[in-house]
């Protein structure tokens, strides 16, 4: 049974920093494009940050040089380091794995495993 569980969300004040985990299990880690993604109240759910099997990374351009996607296949996890954060980075984070292993596509509705997702508020 696939299992995603993020962690390291909390409330922090524009300028801070956060990092987010993501812990999965049941199936093969490594093998799959992992993302995160984030959800603010009204709005869709869009695509941050994302790291294909190969290591190679994308970031959507509102969080390039200041979040860093990360992953370690040792312990199966996946990380998105965030700083210089923003108030309109504010909404619910969440880790994903795609529905096949190259694949990692920008619409969320075409990722196959979620986690529950973990909050992240950030205060001016």
């Known amino acids: 049974q696939v299992q995603l569980v993020e962690s390291g969300g909390g409330s922090v004040q524009a300028g801070g920093s956060l990092r987010l985990s993501c812990a999965a299990s049941g199936y093969t880690f490594r093998s799959y494009c992992m993302g995160w993604f984030r959800q603010a109240p009204g709005k869709e759910r869009e695509r941050v940050a994302r790291i294909a099997p190969d290591g190679s990374i994308m970031y959507a351009d509102s969080v390039k040089g200041r979040f860093t996607i990360s992953k370690d296949n040792a312990k199966n996890t996946l990380y998105l380091q965030m700083n210089t954060l923003k108030p309109e980075d504010t909404g619910m984070y969440y880790c994903?794995?795609?529905?096949?292993?190259?694949?990692?596509?920008?619409?969320?509705?075409?990722?196959?495993?979620w986690g529950q997702g973990t909050q992240v508020t950030v205060s001016s």
């Open positions: 994903a794995t795609s529905s096949s292993g190259v694949s990692c596509p920008l619409d969320p509705s075409l990722w196959r495993y």
